[in-house]
């Protein structure tokens, strides 16, 4: 037998198997489910156009631009706005940055908030250019890992005159590096790209900056390793 | 138009009813799962006529459709406990008898190798539309359908054989 024809065996074989049924389902049953369907999908197009027109709504009233700043004991209020500002009970303001914009409406709300800071947003990072910033900067800020970023801050514990700079840079919209020092009001800042920062300068504000990372606080044989 | 158009579908509906179910049933080996299966293909094939209708084999849409929707099916519903002898429903008559062993070795074979029988066998497709409806090359279609005989002639041969031994 060739191959053909074992073919044709066997398919003739798999066709006379299935006996000659027939469908009962009439055309109007089809025809329906098929209408009834289609005006249930319209419905879910207009209900997720309905969704989408009021988020976007309420992104656009905490758009870029338009961060919130809750004073005292108020909750968060839009947890989608670019930026929010908190004074909690113990005096501590929680600074949670989602997308950096508006950086003068920041700067504002922090000094509503008692903290007397420069904001700037770009892709360098600023330092105060004469001499050291001012040491205890540790003490005043806490930045943990994580994103949304939040910066704690102690009003309390900045030295009298002086004020906190943010360097904010950001990455494809979202806020990808914090950079912060303590600085005496109104000394002259200078600020540098991030591939220009030497590792002197970065071992320099570490020295005057952390107690841990502090000469006085290495044990004898250990260094701090800085990554140019 | 739209009137025009569920014209064509009932027509085509009719011509093609019978024979979608037999590709399918051949496949899932489930008359009632068959039935549905097919009215289910059937009527994502009404929601997309437009397109479905210049389909070189509209009938070969609506089994792919079946297959490929039993599979979804019973990704859905594999965790459902199936109902106790109790509550099971009724059967509406006497089923026609199907070579139930032949069938069961088709339900075997992968499903590429199913769909080829189905589209080659039940909708009398020739090598290129089903390669077209497939979406892969005339050769591919070839193996895959050498294969499936391969596999379903050697379970014949071994059927034959027992039932030679238990006449002698």
């Not at chain 1, 066709?15 to 469908?23: C, E, L, N, R, S």
């Not at chain 1, 007397?116 to 105060?128: E, K, L, R, Y």
């Not at chain 2, 994502?44 to 009938?59: E, I, T």
């Amino acid at each position: 037998m060739s191959g053909d024809e074992a073919t044709r065996e066997v398919l003739g074989a798999v066709k006379a198997a299935v006996p000659d049924i027939h469908m009962h389902t009439p055309v109007q049953h089809i025809v329906s489910a098929a209408r009834s369907r289609r005006r249930r999908r319209g419905l879910t197009r207009l209900a997720v156009f309905a969704v989408a027109v009021a988020a976007g709504l309420a992104l656009g009233l905490s758009a870029p631009g338009s961060g919130r700043s809750t004073p005292g004991a108020q909750p968060y209020g839009a947890k989608l706005a670019a930026w929010t500002v908190r004074t909690g009970a113990g005096g501590a303001v929680t600074v949670t940055l989602r997308q950096l914009a508006n950086a003068a409406a920041l700067q504002h709300a922090l000094a509503e908030h008692g903290v007397p800071a420069i904001v700037h947003v770009g892709d360098s990072i600023c330092f105060q250019s004469d001499g050291h910033p001012l040491p205890g900067l540790f003490r005043v800020v806490t930045h943990p890992p994580g994103f949304p970023i939040v910066i704690r801050i102690r009003p309390a514990a900045m030295p009298h005159g002086s004020e906190l700079l943010f360097s904010l840079t950001r990455i494809s919209g979202a806020v990808a590096y914090v950079g912060q020092e303590l600085i005496r009001i109104g000394a002259p800042v200078s600020c540098l790209h991030p591939r220009h920062i030497t590792p002197a300068r970065i071992r320099r504000r570490a020295r005057a900056d952390c107690p841990r990372t502090h000469p006085s606080r290495f044990r004898n044989g250990t260094k701090l390793l800085v990554h140019d | 138009m739209e009137a025009d158009s569920a014209a064509e579908f009932a027509v085509f509906y009719q011509a093609s009813m019978d024979r979608c179910l037999r590709a399918v049933l051949a496949s899932v080996g489930d008359r009632q799962l068959a039935e549905d299966l097919v009215s289910e293909g059937f009527v994502r094939a009404l929601m997309a006529w437009r397109k479905v209708r210049q389909h070189p084999a509209p009938g070969a849409w609506v089994v792919r459709t079946a297959l490929n929707t039993r599979i979804s099916w019973s990704r859905r519903h594999r965790r459902e406990v199936p109902l106790t002898g109790g509550d099971a429903p009724a059967l509406p008559g006497p089923e026609p008898v199907m070579d139930a062993a032949l069938l069961a070795e088709v339900r075997q074979l992968p499903l590429r190798q199913r769909e080829v029988i189905a589209l080659r066998v039940f909708l009398d497709l020739d090598t290129q539309t089903t390669a077209a409806v497939l979406g892969i090359a005339p050769g591919t279609v070839g193996a895959h359908l050498s294969r499936a005989v391969a596999t379903l002639r050697g379970h014949m041969s071994s059927h034959i054989s027992d039932n030679e031994e238990a006449t002698t």
